[in-house]
C-alpha cells in the first residue's frame, strides 16, 4: 500500500506539470497575437490563423461572391484575350505577306498579350473562383513577375510601334529605310528592356507578394522601406513615363507631318489623314485608359503606404491593365486592313489576298495599296523625304503594278 503512494504523487506532479507547460505555451500564442496586434514584431505573419492567411483561406472581411464576380470577369477577359491573340499569330503565319518588318512588334504585342493571359489570367480566374491564392508563395512570386514581366513587354511594344510607324512616315534618317534587322534590334530591345525593370523583385529589390484582394500577385506597393520605393519610382520612370513619352513625341510628330501635307488640299483628298488622326487618338487613348490607373495607384500607395483602401477598390487597377490584352489585338490588328482582309480570307476563302506563297511584290492586278497595306502605307508611299505629296491622284485608284513605281517598298511602308 505504501508503494503505491509514491507512484501516485508522481502521477500528480507529472499532471501538474503538463498543465504549466500548456499555460506557458498559451501564454505564448497570446503574444503572439498581441503581437500581430500592436504591430511590433514583422515576423508574426506565419502566426496569423489560416483564415487571415491568403495563401491559406479567403480574407474573412470579404464576402464570396466579390471573387465570384472577379472569376466570371477574369474568365471573360482571358478568354477574348486567348482567342484574339492567338487569331493573330495563326493569320500571320497562314499568310506570308503578313510576315514584314512592321508587323513583327504587331505579333510581338500579341504575343506578350497572350502570355499576359496565359499566365495571371489563367490563375487570376482559378485563384478567384477558390476565393485566395491557393497555389502557394512561390507560384506567387512566378505569377507576379510574369505579368508585370509580359505586360511591360506588351506596353512597351506600343512605344517602339509609334516609333516605328514615325521613322517611316517622317523619316528622320533620310533615305535610310526600316528594315527586317531594325526590326529585330526593336524586339531584342524590348525584352531586354523589359527583363531588367522586372526581374529585380526577385533578387530583392523590392518583391514580388499578394495583392490586398489576396487572389493576385503585383509588385510590394505599401512597402515602407526607402529602398523599396526607390524601384517603385524607377519601374515608374522607365516603365510608364519613358514609353508614354516615346508614344506621344513619335504620334504627335506624325499628325503634325499629316497636317503638313494635307494642308491647301481638297476635303476629299483629306479622308486618310483624318482616318489615320482618328486612329492614332484612339491608340494613345487605349493606351491611357489601361495603364494610367494601375500607374496612378502604385504612386499613390508608395507615397502613402498606410492608407486604407477596400481591397476590391485597390484591384480595379490591375484588372484594368489585364483588359489591354482585350481591346489591343482590336484596335492594332482587326481596324488594320491588311489583316482584316486576311482573316476575311481565311474564314471564308474569299477576298483580293494573293497567295501566301508569292513574293510580297507581286503583280496581280486588282490589289490596291490600301488592301495590302492600309492608309498611313499609302499616305507614306505618297509622301516624298522632302515633305511633298507625290502627283499621283488621291482619288485614282492603285493598283499594284504602280506600287512598285511609289517611293517606299510594299514590304517597307506601315501596314496600317
Not at 508563395?137 to 506588351?154: N, R
Not at 493606351?287 to 500607395?301: C, D, N
Request: one cysteine or more; a positive charge.
Amino acid at each position: 500500500m505504501l508503494s503505491v503512494l509514491p507512484g501516485l504523487q508522481e502521477q500528480k506532479l507529472a499532471g501538474a506539470e503538463s498543465r504549466s507547460a500548456q499555460a506557458k505555451r498559451d501564454l505564448f500564442s497570446v503574444r503572439v497575437i498581441n503581437l500581430s496586434v500592436n504591430a511590433v514584431s514583422y515576423t508574426v505573419a506565419a502566426e496569423l490563423p489560416p483564415t487571415e492567411d491568403p495563401f491559406n483561406g479567403p480574407i474573412k472581411n470579404i464576402e464570396p461572391w466579390n471573387f465570384t464576380i472577379l472569376a466570371v470577369l477574369m474568365f471573360v477577359v482571358t478568354s477574348l484575350s486567348l482567342s484574339e491573340n492567338f487569331l493573330v499569330m495563326f493569320v500571320t503565319f497562314k499568310f506570308k505577306q503578313l510576315r514584314q518588318p512592321l508587323n513583327y512588334i504587331i505579333v510581338n504585342l500579341a504575343i506578350a498579350d497572350f502570355l499576359v493571359s496565359l499566365t495571371g489570367g489563367l490563375i487570376s480566374f482559378l485563384t478567384n473562383a477558390r476565393g485566395y491564392f491557393f497555389l502557394g508563395k512561390w507560384a506567387c512570386v512566378l505569377e507576379g513577375f510574369a505579368v508585370t514581366f509580359f505586360g511591360i513587354v506588351a506596353l512597351w511594344s506600343l512605344a517602339v510601334l509609334s516609333f516605328e510607324r514615325f521613322f517611316v512616315i517622317c523619316r528622320p534618317l533620310g533615305n535610310i529605310r526600316l528594315q527586317a534587322k531594325h526590326a529585330v534590334l526593336g524586339l531584342l530591345f524590348v525584352w531586354t528592356f523589359s527583363f531588367i525593370w522586372t526581374f529585380p523583385p526577385v533578387l530583392g529589390w523590392n518583391r514580388y507578394t499578394v495583392s490586398k484582394i489576396g487572389t493576385t500577385c503585383e509588385p510590394d506597393w505599401y512597402s515602407t522601406n526607402i529602398r523599396d520605393h526607390s524601384y517603385i519610382i524607377t519601374f515608374f520612370a522607365t516603365c510608364f513615363i519613358f514609353p508614354l513619352g516615346v508614344i506621344f513625341f513619335c504620334y504627335g510628330k506624325l499628325l503634325r507631318k499629316l497636317r503638313k501635307v494635307s494642308h491647301g488640299r481638297l476635303a476629299s483628298a483629306k479622308k486618310p489623314e483624318r482616318q489615320v488622326t482618328r486612329m492614332v487618338v484612339v491608340m494613345i487613348v487605349a493606351f491611357m485608359v489601361g495603364w494610367t490607373p494601375y500607374a496612378a495607384f502604385s504612386i499613390l500607395v508608395t507615397a502613402h503606404p498606410t492608407i486604407e483602401l477596400d481591397p476590391r477598390l485597390a484591384s480595379i487597377p490591375a484588372f484594368f491593365s489585364k483588359t489591354a490584352a482585350v481591346y489591343n489585338p482590336i484596335i492594332y490588328v482587326f481596324m488594320n486592313k491588311q489583316f482584316r482582309k486576311c482573316l476575311i480570307q481565311l474564314f471564308t476563302g474569299m477576298g483580293t489576298i494573293p497567295d501566301s506563297h508569292r513574293n510580297q511584290t507581286s503583280e496581280r492586278p486588282g490589289i490596291t495599296v490600301e488592301s495590302q497595306t492600309g492608309e498611313m502605307s499609302a499616305i507614306a508611299a505618297r509622301i516624298s523625304v522632302g515633305g511633298t505629296v507625290s502627283p499621283r491622284s488621291d482619288d485614282s485608284p492603285t493598283d499594284c503594278g504602280s506600287f512598285a513605281q511609289l517611293p517606299i517598298p510594299e514590304n517597307k511602308v506601315c501596314p496600317m
